[in-house]
């Protein structure tokens, strides 16, 4: 029961009566044939809110509705309400199942729900669209500052504009999501007494799964327990129509830091499974696949008739991983018993011995980019298990994730004699690499890193990441990689050195001018360079697709064609001085960067000038559309000579931060969005802006549509030294091998503007 005060209306609910109800006037007063709703928590506060409605507004003739009023009753009220005698009805939730009114536009929440996708499902009946009715936009009027308001209904009301379009298509998605998980979750109360232990919402199963075949007519959940091992206690939940198991067992034993009779180690067990009719398929997801003796368990519900997924097929979970790089793999020596993991740089080693036939491999896990994303994917052939380190979701999540791997597995036969042939592999560095450095992009750990968490000291004096960059500067005279870390007035050149053999390390990192540089993560001591270089190196990318890390490197087997001369655009750039390709502070007009601004500002509803040290792009562009969110990635690079030509120079460099830009689609908006505010600050205290369309705001707003729309990528290589019917081949494969890097990795086209 609530407290009896606040079955009354308060200060609150009636700002939100007077503004709902002067939005209902004016709606009238412009001849929309509007109706307006108030929502309360029980029959109680709708009461209380039905005398505040009457009060402010008795010549709109306010009605009730609940469950207390009887069937007549209620059926009276609604047909004053059909019938336009009544313009306002203050209920519990809305008006009951079949009853659709398109006239309710205007909705006043008194209190809020507490599900993101029961407040969607609530709000969008009042954006729908009716064309044979004098209708306008919806209106919600509530508290958006309520403290009881947190996560996902804060951000979507931080949206703050274009509800009705927002809305509609949210229906379609979140709230089928968690209108989906609603149904599992009470199928799941419908056997068993696990839902009196734990929350069923809040199951999250990680991306992983035991995958097993299977050839009976229907399951026996129930039979888990033939084969349970013995548990101190345990408890289950069976929904038979959405063929589910959930077990949650607890297990306790002794510590093992003394002698403690009293003492005991708690562990929690789950284990989800979950049977596929049509595909014939048991998926199972444990977090101690042993302790449930997971294969004899399958074995009871299936009645034997079941077989582990195994062999060479598990493998096909890699089937369409662009650039697949082995993060770690374990294989068994043929004809023998030992079994050996290799990680990093050794396995290629590994590798090797596989395709040498004479080690068997067992489990891999690879990183790669998977239609425009990038993915990590991981499986055991032995044990038919398939993983992926992503972040975990519902178990209704877990179902579709499982599935969609079931059909990677079975799409194809496997090919045994290409298994890993298109893994790629480092190798060691004996000698420099031959081609031309044209990028350096950051080591894993920076690359996903929040950047005002990041330090680096040029000497003594610190910069966050986002205002340093590095980029490769040619090669020494003896072949090595000139790398260049810098930020406004500070610049440290290193060489980095093949030292073969005479190094436990074979590399070194030798400063060569400038200050010494640190670099220092969140609490941790600062490192100096060369020790962090260790532990998280920098990838040198180059122009014949290869790239490299300390004192090994990976080539990239691939076809690179030459890029479509007829598809780079021929730009007039009269006007324009293209040697000076920064408008800077001032916005010089003269400027490359300008000029390619004032041809797209109509393109986007968000421009930011992002050039700089640590920069992103030279422009960053965004669009928000009815299905996606474009996200542009431009560079512009000024040009080595007062006239157009074919110099190779003035591609090198754009071709590498054309490259490097990929990391802004594979990290989420937030990061960016963090990014560019923190760069933006820096510029506000000098009294200037980097927003050149748009505000910090709107990108912002941006950032949380990001949550439920996907982000369209596109990168754009802005060069007036570039002479479209001069430039060579070598031009065009540079370009061509760029383009390719970018489809691959973001399924992003690249687009090049030239000179005429």
């Known amino acids: 029961m609530l407290p009896v005060e606040e079955y009354y209306a308060n200060e609150m609910d009636s700002a939100i009566a007077v503004k709902a109800i002067e939005q209902l006037r004016t709606d009238l007063a412009n001849?929309?044939?509007?109706?307006?709703m108030a929502r309360a928590d029980d029959k109680h506060r709708a009461e209380a809110l039905f005398e505040l409605y009457c009060n402010l507004a008795p010549d709109l003739f306010p009605v009730v509705v609940h469950s207390g009023h009887s069937g007549g009753e209620v059926k009276s009220r609604l047909n004053a309400l059909l019938a336009?005698?009544?313009?306002?009805?203050?209920?519990?939730?809305?008006?009951?199942e079949g009853y659709d009114l398109p006239n309710l536009k205007i909705a006043a929440l008194h209190d809020h729900h507490k599900s993101l996708a029961v407040t969607l499902q609530f709000i969008g009946r009042f954006t729908r669209v009716n064309r044979d009715q004098n209708l306008g936009h919806a209106t919600v009027v509530m508290n958006v500052a309520d403290p009881a308001v947190e996560g996902e209904l804060q951000h979507l009301y931080s949206i703050g504009a274009d509800w009705d379009s927002v809305l509609r298509r949210l229906s379609e998605g979140r709230i089928a999501r968690e209108v989906r998980l609603q149904e599992i979750v009470e199928a799941l109360k419908g056997k068993g007494d696990l839902h009196n232990q734990i929350s069923l919402w809040n199951l999250e199963p990680s991306c992983s799964a035991m995958l097993?075949?299977?050839?009976?007519?229907?399951?026996?959940?129930?039979?888990?327990?033939?084969?349970?091992?013995?548990?101190?206690?345990?408890?289950?939940?069976?929904?038979n129509e959405e063929n589910l198991l959930v077990v949650l067992a607890?297990?306790?034993?002794?510590?093992?830091?003394?002698?403690?009779?009293d003492l005991k180690d708690t562990n929690y067990k789950i284990l989800i499974a979950h049977w596929d009719s049509e595909r014939s398929a048991l998926f199972v997801f444990s977090n101690d696949y042993k302790a449930f003796?997971?294969?004899?368990?399958?074995?009871a519900i299936c009645d034997d008739k079941c077989e582990l997924v195994s062999g060479d097929k598990v493998f096909n979970i890699f089937n369409g991983i662009e650039y697949p790089l082995a993060r770690n793999l374990g294989a068994s020596q043929i004809g023998a018993i030992s079994f050996t993991q290799y990680f990093g740089p050794n396995v290629t080693d590994g590798l090797s011995l596989i395709e040498a036939s004479q080690s068997s491999l067992s489990n891999i896990a690879a990183l790669g980019y998977e239609n425009g994303n990038r993915v990590i994917w991981g499986c055991s052939q032995r044990k038919g298990k398939v993983w992926s380190p992503q972040k975990g979701g519902s178990i209704t999540d877990w179902c579709d994730w499982v599935k969609r791997a079931w059909d990677k597995i079975f799409d194809s036969e496997p090919d045994p004699n290409n298994l890993t042939r298109n893994f790629l592999r480092p190798v060691a560095l004996t000698e420099p690499h031959s081609a031309y450095p044209i990028s350096v992009q950051w080591g894993e750990n920076l690359l996903t890193a929040f950047e005002d968490k990041v330090d680096f000291y040029f000497?003594?004096?610190?910069?966050?990441?986002?205002?340093v960059d590095v980029k490769a500067a040619g090669n020494f005279d003896d072949g090595s990689v000139r790398l260049v870390f810098s930020t406004d007035g500070w610049e440290a050149e290193y060489r980095l050195s093949l030292l073969g053999s005479s190094s436990p390390k074979g590399y070194a990192y030798e400063l060569i001018s400038g200050p010494e540089v640190?670099?220092?993560?969140?609490?941790?001591?600062?490192?100096?360079?060369?020790?962090?270089?260790?532990?998280?190196?920098?990838?040198?990318?180059?122009a014949d697709g290869a790239f490299s890390y300390n004192a090994h490197i990976v080539y990239v087997s691939q076809t690179i064609g030459l890029y479509d001369r007829g598809e780079i655009v021929s730009f007039d750039w009269q006007g324009t001085n293209i040697r000076n390709e920064s408008m800077g502070y001032e916005r010089d007009q003269t400027s490359i960067q300008w000029r390619w601004f004032s041809e797209i500002q109509n393109d986007y509803d968000v421009i930011i000038n992002d050039d700089g040290k640590g920069e992103s792009a030279d422009l960053v562009g965004l669009r928000v559309t009815d299905d996606h969110i474009l996200l542009a990635m431009i560079h512009c690079k000024y040009s080595e000579s007062d006239e157009p030509g074919a110099r190779l120079q003035d591609l090198y460099e754009v071709c590498g931060q054309a490259q490097r830009c990929i990391r802004w689609k594979h990290l989420n908006l937030t990061h960016l969005y963090y990014h560019i505010k923190n760069r933006e600050q820096v510029w506000r205290s000098l009294g200037h802006s980097r927003f050149l369309k748009g505000t910090i705001k709107d990108l912002a707003a941006i950032k949380e549509r990001s949550r439920t729309k996907p982000i369209r990528f596109a990168v754009e290589i802005i060069q007036p030294g570039m002479k479209v019917d001069k430039i060579n081949d070598e031009g065009l494969k540079l370009l061509g091998s760029t383009a390719l890097f970018i489809k691959k990795t973001t399924m992003a086209d690249l687009a090049v503007i030239g000179s005429k």
């Open 293 to 299: 003796r997971a294969e004899q368990l399958v074995n």
């Open 31 to 36: 001849g929309m044939d509007h109706l307006l």
């Open 212 to 239: 097993f075949k299977t050839n009976c007519d229907n399951w026996e959940p129930e039979r888990y327990t033939e084969n349970l091992p013995k548990f101190d206690e345990h408890w289950y939940a069976i929904a």
């Open 250 to 261: 607890v297990q306790a034993s002794a510590v093992r830091w003394g002698s403690y009779k």
């Open 459 to 467: 000497g003594s004096v610190p910069f966050h990441l986002y205002l």
């Open 84 to 96: 336009k005698q009544s313009k306002i009805v203050v209920c519990v939730d809305m008006l009951g």
């Open 518 to 542: 640190f670099i220092k993560r969140g609490e941790a001591d600062p490192m100096t360079l060369s020790d962090y270089m260790e532990i998280d190196p920098v990838m040198i990318y180059y």
